[in-house]
């Protein structure tokens, strides 16, 4: 008789188990890569609360969206959020009930924090403003609040005086550790937690106002670095970064050459608009001409908006549950949703 030991798990008498059938290698994609048809039927029977004048009065200046884009794309993504929304708060309860820590009433609710991240005139803005407009319409989450990380920038008299003017946008020309505190209290359920608010107009930040956001059921935090992972502190140790605090993130995805031609439109824009009153900082660029202007916006972007997009920004992309790919027309393409 033979003394070769049996397969693991052949039981005597039984007949080997089957082999799983493979149409091919086994993925270890972190994402399921969706086309934009694919999406779009994912929305199911989710009804477009949104008017096409309510879409535009969304709409960040340069941005191409309609209502085809907002029923394809954004319809999807917020039955999504909502269906996270309702598995986080039931996974939250399942650990509570766990821990015998009944949660209590004054502190239920914890807010959902969505982070949204993406290069400068990619559109993140507007992606932000309509998942608030869209999100606050569903019954289970009325109260939908929207924070920029440009009320955390440095003050420019604080950048001057570091020498980071030539690097704002770039992860150090944030405080940091008062954004993370301020979501982190949010997160926490305090009843009131206040951010700084950033003027385009004077490109700074605005003393002695402050953005006051209380108990909401949703935060959306929408920044340039908002994915950033924690720095080592002094100490060598680990910190909390705010992305450490996000249930759910989107990176707004494009290629370089589309985002750049996109910054140079905005800028035109502007120059024809905002830039045309007296107190904004800009206003010089509509004392020259058009070409000259081009080249002050050219250079910005040559030095300062596409380095900080190839080394901290894009860098990010595959920390982000959900990534939104734009072509050249501002349009979203394709998606890659990060599997659980």
Not at 23 to 43: E, Q
Not at 308 to 325: C, E, K
């Amino acid at each position: 008789m033979s003394t070769a030991p049996r397969a693991a798990g052949h039981l005597p008498g039984l007949p080997p188990p089957p082999r799983p059938a493979h149409n091919g290698p086994v993925s270890t994609k972190p994402y399921v890569d969706l086309s934009r048809a694919d999406w779009s039927a994912l929305r199911e029977r989710t009804p477009l609360p949104l008017t096409a004048a309510e879409v535009e009065e969304l709409r960040g200046l340069g941005d191409v969206i309609d209502l085809d884009e907002v029923r394809d794309i954004y319809l999807p993504l917020s039955r999504l959020l909502n269906l996270y929304v309702a598995a986080t708060h039931g996974l939250r309860n399942a650990l509570n009930t766990f821990l015998d820590r009944p949660e209590r009433p004054e502190r239920s609710g914890t807010p959902f924090v969505i982070g949204i991240a993406g290069s400068v005139a990619v559109g993140k803005s507007t992606v932000a403003r309509l998942l608030r407009a869209l999100l606050a319409r569903w019954p289970e989450h009325p109260r939908v609040e929207l924070v920029t990380t440009d009320g955390f920038l440095l003050p420019k008299a604080e950048l001057e005086r570091r020498g980071l003017m030539a690097r704002k946008g770039f992860p150090e020309s944030y405080d940091r550790r008062a954004l993370t505190r301020f979501v982190a209290d949010v997160k926490a359920g305090k009843p009131e937690v206040s951010a700084p608010v950033y003027s385009h107009l004077v490109y700074d930040i605005v003393p002695d106002e402050r953005l006051t956001v209380h108990r909401p059921d949703i935060l959306i935090v929408e920044g340039l670095n908002v994915l950033q992972p924690a720095l080592p502190g002094s100490d060598g140790r680990t910190r909390l970064a705010v992305a450490d605090y996000f249930d759910f993130s989107v990176y707004v995805d494009a290629r370089t050459a589309d985002i750049e031609r996109w910054y140079l439109n905005r800028f035109r824009k502007l120059r024809q608009t905002a830039f045309q009153n007296p107190r904004s900082y800009f206003h010089t660029y509509t004392q020259v001409s058009e070409e000259e202007a081009l080249d002050y916006a050219r250079n910005t972007w040559r030095t300062i908006n596409c380095p900080n997009l190839q080394q901290n920004i894009a860098p990010t992309r595959g920390r982000a549950t959900l990534q939104l790919h734009k072509g050249p027309d501002h349009k979203v393409e394709r998606l890659s949703l990060r599997k659980l």
